[in-house]
C-alpha cells in the first residue's frame, strides 16, 4: 500500500467509448502526476499537475483529458481512443519543495486495452 | 529533455550470482533516482543520489552515482529470486512554471532464477 490507489485496476473498452480513470493519494501532497507505460517504451510523463494547477501537457493528444478537482484526486477522461493507447497508465503524487529530490508514490495502475 | 539510457535491457540470471546494470545520460544530473516495479505494481523508490561519487548502500544492492553526474550503477550481490523486477532509473525534469516531474529510463528487467 503506497498511499496512491487507482480505479480501476483493469479496463477494456472500445474506440466509440466514453470512460474515466481515478486516482486518489492520502499523503497529503501537492502535485499528482499521470505516466503511460507501453511495452518497449520507458514510462511517458502525460500530465503533471501542482496545487491543483496543470503545469505540464506533455504533448499529450486532446483523446486524453485529465482533471484535478482537489490535490487529493486526479482523474483522467478517455474518449475515442485508439488501440495503440492500449497500456498500463500509473499515477503518482509526491511532496514538490523548491524543486528538490523529493520521492514519487505511484498507484498501481490502470491496465488499459483499447479494441 | 535529456535522455536516461539503461543497460543491459534485459537480464536473466541464476540465484547467487552477482550483477551490475547501469543508467547513462549525456547531460548533468541533478539528482538521480532507482526504482524497482514488480508485475502489477507501480514503481517504488530505491533510493536517491545527489552527490558526485557518492555510493549507498541497501543491503545487498549498491548503488553509485558517476564523478561527474552523468552515470549510475547498480550492483546486486548474490541475487535472489525476489530481485526479480523491473529497475528504473529516473531524474527530475524542471518544468517552465513551478514545478519539477521525473523522467525515466526504459528500465533493465532482471529475472532470477533459482
Known amino acids: 500500500e503506497t498511499g496512491v490507489t487507482q480505479t480501476p485496476r483493469h479496463l477494456v473498452m472500445g474506440m466509440t467509448n466514453k470512460k474515466s480513470l481515478k486516482c486518489e493519494q492520502h499523503l497529503g501532497h501537492n502535485a499528482m502526476y499521470w505516466y503511460k507505460q507501453s511495452a518497449k517504451k520507458p514510462l511517458e510523463l502525460m500530465f503533471v499537475y501542482n496545487f491543483k494547477e496543470q503545469t505540464e501537457n506533455n504533448s499529450v493528444p486532446s483523446r486524453f483529458s485529465p482533471e484535478c478537482p482537489n490535490s487529493s484526486h486526479l482523474f483522467l477522461h478517455l474518449h475515442t481512443l485508439q488501440p495503440e493507447d492500449s497500456a498500463l497508465y500509473l499515477c503518482a503524487s509526491s511532496q514538490e519543495e523548491g524543486g528538490a529530490a523529493t520521492e514519487a508514490f505511484f498507484g498501481q495502475g490502470t491496465r488499459l486495452t483499447v479494441v | 529533455t535529456q535522455l536516461l539510457e539503461q543497460s543491459p535491457q534485459f537480464l536473466s540470471i541464476q540465484e547467487g550470482e552477482n550483477l551490475t546494470v547501469y543508467c547513462n545520460s549525456s547531460?548533468?544530473?541533478?539528482?538521480l533516482q532507482w526504482y524497482r516495479q514488480e508485475p502489477g505494481e507501480g514503481p517504488v523508490l530505491l533510493v536517491t543520489v545527489v552527490t558526485g561519487g557518492e555510493v549507498k548502500k541497501l543491503k545487498r544492492l549498491t548503488f553509485q552515482f558517476g564523478d561527474a553526474r552523468k552515470d549510475s550503477s547498480l550492483h546486486i550481490t548474490a541475487a535472489q529470486p525476489g530481485d526479480t523486477g523491473l529497475y528504473l532509473c529516473?531524474?527530475?525534469?524542471?518544468?517552465?512554471?513551478?514545478?519539477?516531474?521525473?523522467?525515466f529510463g526504459k528500465g533493465t528487467t532482471l529475472s532470477v532464477s533459482s
Open positions: 529516473a531524474s527530475r525534469l524542471y518544468l517552465d512554471q513551478a514545478g519539477t516531474a521525473l523522467i
Open positions: 547531460s548533468v544530473f541533478s539528482s
